[in-house]
Nanobody, 114 residues
């Protein structure tokens, strides 16, 4: 059974930092693209950042220069380092990993206070 366990969310003041982690289990072999999405109240889910198996990255414009995505293939884990957080970054953050199909985490709440 595939399971994605997210951690690292929480409450932080504007300008602060958080590091999200998402560990995948139950998937045999290497993973393809891994990424993070977020969904704020009343808004559609949007891509924050993704990283391919080769290490190529892509970021939403809102994340560029502040967020860094990375992965540990041996641990089947993807990370999202978030710096200079803003209140508009408040959302539920979901990790997604791809291996023949997409697998989604349960989401972790990030709240940035002004």
């Amino acid at each position: 059974q595939v399971q994605l366990v997210e951690s690292g969310g929480g409450l932080v003041q504007a300008g602060g930092s958080l590091r999200l982690s998402c560990a995948a289990s139950g998937i045999i072999g290497s993973l393809n693209t891994m990424g993070w999405y977020r969904q704020a109240p009343g808004k559609q889910r949007e891509l924050v950042a993704e990283i391919t198996s080769g290490g190529s990255t892509d970021y939403a414009d809102s994340a560029k220069g502040r967020f860094t995505i990375s992965r540990d293939n041996d641990k089947k884990t993807v990370y999202l380092q978030m710096n200079s957080l803003k209140p508009e970054d408040t959302a539920v953050y979901y990790c997604v990993v791809t291996k023949w199909r997409e697998y989604w985490g349960q989401g972790t709440q990030v709240t940035v206070s002004s």
